[in-house]
């Protein structure tokens, strides 16, 4: 029982370096542990920027689609539509489109 006793108060006084080197599987740990967090971190905020720049260039593609849609539209009113057979010398006959001469 004494030596039990001796070797718990043996335990219990050891010097810096020796503390030092029990404790350090658990040092190296924590430190892969916060350099993961931080990788971690950097990941999502590039990951982030990403997004936004994605979310950008699609909000100019949909506004540019919105304008050809909306130029397609308009050409292709039956009003324009005759002005150009006009222009292009096109026309109707016997229900056959043909151009005339």
Known sequence: MLQKNQNITN???KSGTEWVFLNL???VLL???GVLYIA????AEKKMRKIERLERK??????EYVEI???IMEQST???????NRENKLGYE????????
């Open 11 to 13: 335990s219990k006084k």
């Open 58 to 63: 699609v909000q100019l593609l949909k506004s």
């Open 69 to 71: 849609q909306a130029k």
């Open 78 to 84: 039956p009003m324009k539509m005759v002005q150009s």
């Open 40 to 43: 971690n971190s950097h990941q």
């Open 25 to 27: 599987p658990l040092s």
């Open 31 to 33: 430190g892969l542990l």
């Open 94 to 101: 016997n229900g056959e489109i043909v151009k005339v001469d």
